[in-house]
């Protein structure tokens, strides 16, 4: 080969990364913070990227997206919605309640699409009809099922003398969460045991109390940080032969015994939707708040069967997806 042919495909080689970068720069980027980590979010982008692809926007043709994970730790999700406004980025998807409220910190200008459990309250918009200013999304019904979450262990232990209850005191809808349970307790007349945990020693050390507590069934509230020691959580119920309910279908399908609560996919995929109408012109200000409306209980027959638990034809007629 030629010395000056050598130096041209060398020099097209080295180029090539150069022009990626420079077709990147073209296209519109999309900030994504979570509070959740990339590991037990694998679904979940999956069904926000095809929330994009109705848009017609796919990522790494038309769209380039800026992943930043805070993975349960919410005190370095000001820092990242700071590093990605700084990018900058064109939308930014806050994809978790504790992130929508770094992202809206962060910035009033540019648009951000969030899930919330409770967006007109901690002032993330006016209203759900007519959310105002720069942020819009779906409101996550998660922390508002507590109540019912403790109601389904309550029918499958009827004779239960106690539960225990995992909380995350760092969680920012932690007093709506411990309020709700306390009345949903009394309700049923079945006292609870309240735990908390927002490190992996404090988790370690809840469940060390919780071996020598007598509870029938444990609750794990709604929280991101959960979310990210899913596996951890699991394995440690599984260990004290300890049935659980989880708030994602996630949680039964990597073993817990039963989960409650709304499709996690359906509102990443309708996140997704709205931030390709925004790409495309729209006003988030426009754009109504969407409330999740899919709800779903999935059991683990499996787990139930390892458990030695019988579960009721009741609930299981209930059950929108049984796991065998």
Sequence with gaps: ?????FITLLGGAAAWPMAVRAQQANM?????????????????????????GEGGLIEGQNV?????WARGDYSGLSALAAELVSRPVSVLVAASPPAA???????????????????VKSGLVASLNRPGGNATGVHLLTTDLEAKRLGLLNELFPGATRFAVLLNPKYPAVAQQAQELAEAARTLARPITILDASTDAELDAAFTTLARERVAAMLVASDPFFDTRRDQIIASAAQQKLPAIYQFREYAVSGGLMSYGVSLSEAYREIGIYTAKILKGAKPADLPVM??????????????????????????????????
Excluded at 1 to 5: L, N, S, T
Excluded at 293 to 315: C, Q, Y
């Design 1 to 5: 080969m030629k010395r000056r042919e």
């Design 28 to 52: 519109p980027v999309i900030g994504f913070l979570s509070g959740r980590s990339r590991e037990d979010s694998t679904q979940a982008v999956a069904a926000f990227r095809r929330g994009l």
């Design 64 to 68: 380039f997206i800026e992943f930043r």
């Design 101 to 119: 409220l770094a992202a809206k910190a962060a910035t009033s200008t540019i648009p951000i699409v969030f899930t919330s459990t409770d967006p």
């Design 291 to 324: 409330q999740s409306v899919r709800f779903e209980l999935v059991i683990n027959l499996r787990t139930s069967k390892a458990l030695g638990l019988t579960m009721p034809d009741r609930i299981l007629a209930l059950a929108d997806e049984v796991i065998e």
